[in-house]
């Protein structure tokens, strides 16, 4: 079978020096590095970039200042946090001062009632002894009386 049309070693030789010449016109026709276009093209992506790299600037400016107001904040939230463990703290002393004076005055009153209680006690056996006493010193002169 014969090769195809175009698939033999001039015409790839002639296909490539033809894209190769294209390229070379291509770069021909390019206007100047000083043409009014070019250089118009050439300002306008300096203002691009300039205005890009502005924007960056004023994003990274907005990105410390939000940092610095949430550093502020956390440290209000710190401070109200730790003021209010502390009034926390400061309650939980007072609650146990008031507990434990409640509690020595319930001990004193339990001391005091248990002071009562063995005087009236001391009291019962000393009226029992009195009496047991006047009961012998009744029969004792009774006795005398018979003697």
């Not at 907005?62 to 730790?82: D, G, S, T, V, Y």
């Not at 001990?107 to 019962?124: F, H, I, P, T």
Request: hydrophobic share 40%; proline share 4%.
């Amino acid at each position: 079978m014969p090769p195809l049309p175009g698939h033999n070693f001039q015409d790839r030789q002639a296909t490539a020096a033809k894209a190769r010449q294209a390229l070379v016109e291509k770069f021909r026709t390019r206007p100047p590095a000083d043409d009014p276009a070019v250089l118009q093209r050439e300002a306008e992506r300096k203002a691009v970039i300039e205005a890009r790299k502005v924007r960056e600037a004023q994003r990274a400016e907005e990105r410390r200042l939000q940092e610095i107001e949430n550093q502020k904040r956390l440290a209000a939230e710190a401070a109200a946090a730790k003021e209010a463990a502390a009034r926390a703290e400061v309650e939980r002393l007072e609650q146990e001062k008031r507990d434990a004076a409640e509690a020595e005055r319930r001990a004193a009153e339990e001391e005091e009632l248990k002071a009562m209680v063995e005087a009236e006690k001391k009291a019962e056996r000393d009226a029992r002894y009195a009496a047991r006493k006047a009961r012998k010193a009744e029969r004792k002169g009774a006795l005398e009386r018979y003697r």
